[in-house]
């Protein structure tokens, strides 16, 4: 295999993010520029201001990418990048600049699956291949299933039927008054809480189908704060009633996610299970994977932290791609719906 450089661009969402990795998945820079202070103040993600923001910060991100690698734009020889699942307007602006470097240089352009590459970020974690395997993408955006034959073959199983399990988080998070990003704070907050206090919906757990929902959750913690009828704003929830409900919340999302996985591995016989996405670094998801497949002699593959959330670094799919030669051409263009 000849040496290769790649670039990658990550604009899915609201996360800026550049990377260099090489042929053999060795990551010479990931920077993640985050857009956090663009919108916290609207209380989730506004996708007219993730575009604006990426178009302010993809060319410093690169120039960042490239002096950490301490490599020249001319050494790149291939340029990856996530032309979809995600906000249109925001891929737009990486899939631009991407045929824009490789047309300039003269080098193959990769579009990759974002969605395919948040279970990639397991196998570069894992420094060794993890296919065949189940893959479970958890993350803002998804909640999928996917039974995968190889980096490149990936068949959907199941997914959810509306909320996502990371946009669950955001929007309990929210109502919890825990601010945004919602994830990571329910988490801390869950920790000061009773798993046990509240009994919460679990959709579909008793079925054999591979789908999710956890709209029906949302609504029953917002009961749980202010009984139907009763104004929201008006409501104050105790602090030890808060951390129980974020406690009780979170050990139903991870009930349901470890049950389907079980199902999922079972449905098709195989032996490891690959889960990315953003969720994927929440602790108590983490160790309760880690239990359940340690009993069942299951591989268990999960990304380090920094590979969990959005970055240009699980993009390196694009090697697979390229071992075979499959290039994309410059119409490639944004795929917007979800997956
Ligand atoms: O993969 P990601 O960065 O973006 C999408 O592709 O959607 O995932 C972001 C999601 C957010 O919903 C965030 O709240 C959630 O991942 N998340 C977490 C944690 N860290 C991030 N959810 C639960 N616990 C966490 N520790
Ligand atoms: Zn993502």
């Known amino acids: 295999m000849k040496p290769c450089l790649f670039l990658a661009i990550e604009t899915s969402c609201d996360e800026t993010s550049v990377a260099i990795f090489d042929e053999q998945l060795h990551v010479k820079a990931n920077v993640i520029a985050s857009q956090t202070k663009w919108h916290e103040r609207f209380g989730g993600v506004v996708p007219e201001v993730a575009a604006r923001a990426h ?16 490599i020249s734009m ?5 340029v990856a990048v996530h032309h979809g699942p995600g906000l249109a307007g925001a891929l737009l602006v990486g899939l631009s600049s991407a045929k824009m470097i490789a047309l300039g240089l003269g080098v193959p352009l990769i579009g990759v699956n974002h969605v395919h590459s948040h279970l990639y970020a397991c196998r570069m974690s894992a420094g060794r291949d ?25 068949k959907r199983l199941g997914g959810t039927i509306d909320d996502a399990a990371g946009e669950a988080f955001d929007k309990v998070a929210n109502l919890l008054g825990l601010g945004f990003p919602g994830g990571p704070a329910l988490e801390k907050e869950a ?33 749980s704060i202010a009984p139907p009828g009763e104004k929201l704003n008006l409501v104050k929830i105790d602090a030890l009633s808060r951390a129980n409900m974020a406690a009780s919340f979170q050990e139903a999302v991870v009930d349901v996610l470890a049950v389907k ?11 490891r299970l690959a889960v990315g996405g953003g969720v994927i670094a929440n602790n108590c998801l983490r160790d309760r994977l880690a239990t359940q497949c340690s009993r069942l002699e299951i591989d268990l593959f999960v990304p380090q932290k920094d590979l969990c959330t959005d970055n240009a670094a699980m993009a390196a799919l694009a090697v697979e791609y390229w071992k075979e030669q499959r290039f994309s051409d410059l119409s490639l263009d944004v795929c917007s719906t979800v997956y």
Do not use: N, W
Not at 55 to 70: H, K, N, R, V
């Open 130 to 154: 993890i296919f065949p395997c189940v893959g479970m993408v958890v993350s803002g955006g998804h909640t999928i299933l996917f039974d995968c034959e190889s980096a490149l073959q990936m």
């Open 261 to 271: 996985c079980l199902q999922a591995l079972k449905r098709t016989g195989r032996k």
């Open 55 to 70: 178009m302010e910060l993809l060319t410093p991100t690169i120039a960042e990418a490239l002096s950490t690698a301490s």
């Open 191 to 223: 920790r000061l809480g009773s798993p046990k206090a509240y009994s919460y919906p679990r959709s579909f757990i008793h079925e054999e189908r591979l789908d999710f929902s956890f709209s029906g959750l949302k609504t029953a913690v917002l009961y």
């Open 74 to 78: 001319k050494q790149i020889g291939a």
